[in-house]
């Protein structure tokens, strides 16, 4: 593209203004500058002179989170006037993200999924300011073109304009400055409509996002913008799940917990994970994939902690044995596959059914599990899931206090309904035998346990693990950004949802613990449709 002469860029029709602007080295994908002229091509650049915004009662405010089946997402307006989103809330993430209109148009996003339009939609829209040479400039006449960003998530990655507008989730609106990313273009693997993120992460220093980002000092703008509630003056919130396909809840300003675990994690919400202990329904014989926690450890109820992340067997550098990231955007609890093999026959040998059929065909108790498992619907609605043993979650914050989370079987069994495949012999070229899966068109029940394999290490922390939904049905998740450092508390109260107060209006019926059942009787997994939605991390930062 032809750069203009200095000083007359305001002086230029629109075209050869925005032909000024954007820079092919600066947009990090072929075909965003074409699509950036069309979308400006009939309107102007900067928009109206701006109104000033404040945060609507920002001690407290409640919101429902809509129930997707893998994940929940909640309504997000972005401009005046307001253009409305569902987007994912998710905790392990920091930015507010839409698809714009250009995204839409070049059918690089779903054209089905609403997308947003700032020049001459939105009187508060701006592109965002960046510094050159010490001095804020308008994007208009930043002399490397229109700010972009590319953000890798697990799922994939994203190319974004960096914009300025007015953010508004339930009754609490915000200005964010250089705090609206335009996905402009994407490559992700995500089941589903996805409409954008707002991101709920862990606040940081400029410092450390100008490390991360490895941004110049010219882009310090782009990359030390605050998340949304940071810009709100909202201190804490907190999010859980309702089962059922019912509503979740996010709510802003909640009391301060009396028990805080600070976090160990910089770059993400992140505790000091010390491994699961395995609590038998039915006594278990000892084994090596497990410690014994007390001599009585062969009794019904002994609590018997699996070998992993052991915070008395630290690795030269490491502050802790392993790391926990609860994140409300992964369906499932993620950890490495040789802890995930360790788990898997510790729950078969507490569990009478799969022992007994491991010994009988002389095989790994997490083959076992997995099968039947995978066969549930010929047995589960007689037996439930009464006879598994339920799991200790060991967690510590940075000041070593410590807490306990316990995930009932329902709560880390998973149940979904899947089409039925018959396996074929058939024979290549008349040499060669082989297996072919052929679909039956019938639909059956096969459940799973709600856990899946990652890898993401780090120097400090050890293996990283994701604790996901299991943990929003079971427990309110406090985060407080006004604590130092920022901290994460688990309340074991109800879910409910949002009165107008913002308090729960109602609850369901609740264990000892709080937690949300299906129904009387024997305990059933929960449901979920649709693929698991996986982390959103880049695993190549740290904790």
């Given at each position: 593209?032809?750069a203009?002469p200095?000083?007359?860029l305001n002086?230029?029709?629109c075209?050869?203004?925005m032909?000024?602007?954007?820079s092919?080295?600066?947009l990090?994908?072929?075909?965003?500058?074409?699509?950036a002229?069309?979308a400006?091509?009939?309107?102007?650049?900067?928009?109206?002179a701006?109104?000033?915004?404040?945060?609507?009662?920002?001690?407290?405010s409640?919101t429902?989170?809509?129930?997707e089946?893998?994940?929940?997402?909640?309504?997000?307006?972005v401009g005046?006037?307001?253009?409305?989103?569902?987007v994912?809330?998710d905790?392990?993430s920091?930015s507010?993200?839409?698809?714009s209109c250009?995204?839409n148009?070049?059918?690089?996003?779903?054209?089905?999924?609403?997308?947003?339009?700032?020049?001459?939609?939105?009187?508060?829209?701006?592109?965002?300011?960046?510094?050159?040479?010490?001095?804020v400039?308008?994007?208009?006449?930043?002399?490397?073109?229109?700010?972009?960003?590319?953000?890798?998530?697990?799922?994939?990655?994203?190319q974004a304009?960096?914009?300025?507008?007015?953010?508004?989730v339930?009754?609490?609106?915000?200005?964010?400055?250089?705090?609206?990313?335009?996905?402009?273009?994407?490559?992700?693997?995500?089941?589903?409509?996805?409409?954008?993120?707002l991101?709920?992460g862990?606040?940081r220093?400029?410092?450390?996002?100008?490390?991360?980002?490895?941004?110049?000092p010219?882009?310090?703008?782009?990359?030390?913008?605050?998340?949304f509630?940071?810009t709100?003056g909202?201190?804490r919130?907190?999010?859980?799940?309702n089962?059922?396909?019912e509503?979740?809840?996010l709510?802003?300003?909640p009391?301060?917990?009396s028990?805080?675990?600070?976090?160990?994690?910089?770059?993400?919400?992140?505790?000091?994970?010390r491994g699961?202990?395995v609590?038998?329904?039915?006594?278990p014989a000892a084994?090596a994939s497990f410690?014994?926690?007390s001599?009585e450890?062969?009794?019904?109820?002994?609590e018997?902690?699996?070998?992993?992340?052991?915070?008395?067997?630290?690795?030269?550098?490491?502050?802790?044995?392993?790391g926990?990231?609860?994140?409300?955007?992964?369906?499932?609890?993620?950890g490495p596959?040789?802890?995930?093999?360790?788990?898997?026959g510790?729950?078969?040998?507490s569990?009478?059914?799969?022992?007994?059929?491991a010994?009988e065909?002389?095989v790994?108790?997490?083959?076992?599990i997995?099968?039947?498992?995978?066969?549930?619907?010929?047995?589960?609605?007689?037996?439930g899931l009464d006879?598994?043993p339920t799991?200790?979650f060991?967690?510590?914050?940075?000041e070593g206090?410590e807490?306990?989370?316990t995930?009932?079987?329902?709560?880390y069994?998973?149940?979904?309904i899947q089409?039925?495949?018959?396996?074929?012999?058939k024979?290549l070229a008349?040499?060669f035998?082989?297996?072919?899966e052929?679909?039956t068109g019938?639909m059956v029940k096969?459940?799973?346990?709600?856990?899946?394999?990652q890898?993401?290490?780090?120097k400090?922390?050890?293996p990283?693990?994701?604790?996901?939904?299991?943990?929003?049905y079971?427990?309110?998740?406090?985060?407080?950004m006004?604590?130092?450092?920022?901290?994460?508390?688990?309340?074991?109260?109800?879910?409910g949802?949002?009165?107008e107060?913002?308090q729960?209006?109602k609850?369901?019926l609740?264990?000892?613990h709080?937690?949300t059942?299906r129904?009387a009787?024997?305990?059933?997994p929960r449901?979920?449709?649709g693929?698991?939605?996986?982390?959103?991390?880049?695993?190549s930062l740290p904790?």
């Amino acid at each position: 593209l032809r750069a203009l002469p200095s000083g007359t860029l305001n002086n230029q029709p629109c075209e050869a203004s925005m032909a000024a602007m954007f820079s092919t080295s600066y947009l990090r994908a072929s075909g965003i500058v074409l699509l950036a002229l069309l979308a400006f091509a009939h309107g102007r650049l900067l928009a109206p002179a701006r109104q000033s915004f404040l945060a609507v009662d920002p001690g407290q405010s409640c919101t429902s989170l809509k129930n997707e089946g893998t994940h929940f997402t909640i309504s997000l307006a972005v401009g005046t006037p307001p253009q409305l989103f569902n987007v994912v809330a998710d905790t392990g993430s920091d930015s507010v993200i839409v698809p714009s209109c250009l995204c839409n148009d070049a059918g690089r996003c779903d054209s089905n999924s609403s997308c947003f339009r700032g020049i001459n939609h939105s009187s508060t829209f701006m592109l965002a300011n960046v510094v050159e040479a010490g001095v804020v400039v308008p994007a208009a006449n930043f002399s490397r073109g229109v700010p972009s960003v590319v953000i890798t998530f697990g799922s994939g990655s994203i190319q974004a304009m960096v914009a300025s507008d007015v953010v508004q989730v339930g009754s609490v609106t915000s200005e964010m400055p250089n705090g609206v990313l335009l996905m402009v273009d994407q490559a992700l693997n995500f089941g589903g409509k996805f409409e954008g993120i707002l991101g709920l992460g862990i606040p940081r220093s400029a410092d450390l996002e100008m490390q991360l980002t490895k941004a110049s000092p010219q882009e310090e703008a782009l990359v030390s913008s605050k998340g949304f509630l940071q810009t709100a003056g909202i201190p804490r919130f907190s999010m859980c799940f309702n089962g059922g396909g019912e509503d979740g809840v996010l709510r802003m300003g909640p009391e301060k917990p009396s028990l805080q675990l600070g976090s160990v994690g910089q770059v993400h919400w992140g505790l000091d994970f010390r491994g699961i202990s395995v609590v038998a329904a039915k006594a278990p014989a000892a084994s090596a994939s497990f410690l014994a926690t007390s001599p009585e450890a062969a009794g019904a109820g002994a609590e018997l902690r699996a070998n992993f992340c052991d915070p008395t067997k630290l690795e030269p550098g490491q502050e802790t044995a392993c790391g926990a990231i609860p994140d409300s955007g992964t369906t499932l609890m993620m950890g490495p596959a040789e802890h995930l093999v360790s788990l898997f026959g510790l729950i078969c040998e507490s569990w009478p059914k799969c022992k007994a059929a491991a010994a009988e065909q002389a095989v790994p108790g997490v083959k076992v599990i997995q099968d039947l498992l995978m066969d549930c619907e010929s047995w589960m609605e007689k037996e439930g899931l009464d006879d598994l043993p339920t799991l200790n979650f060991h967690l510590a914050g940075s000041e070593g206090k410590e807490q306990t989370l316990t995930l009932s079987p329902n709560a880390y069994i998973m149940e979904m309904i899947q089409e039925e495949v018959k396996y074929v012999k058939k024979s290549l070229a008349g040499v060669f035998d082989f297996m072919s899966e052929q679909p039956t068109g019938k639909m059956v029940k096969v459940c799973g346990p709600a856990f899946g394999k990652q890898v993401y290490n780090t120097k400090k922390n050890g293996p990283v693990w994701i604790l996901g939904t299991p943990i929003f049905y079971e427990y309110q998740v406090v985060y407080d950004m006004e604590a130092t450092p920022p901290a994460i508390s688990f309340s074991d109260q109800a879910c409910g949802d949002c009165s107008e107060a913002g308090q729960p209006a109602k609850t369901a019926l609740v264990t000892s613990h709080g937690h949300t059942q299906r129904r009387a009787g024997a305990a059933l997994p929960r449901q979920i449709s649709g693929p698991p939605r996986v982390p959103n991390f880049d695993t190549s930062l740290p904790l």
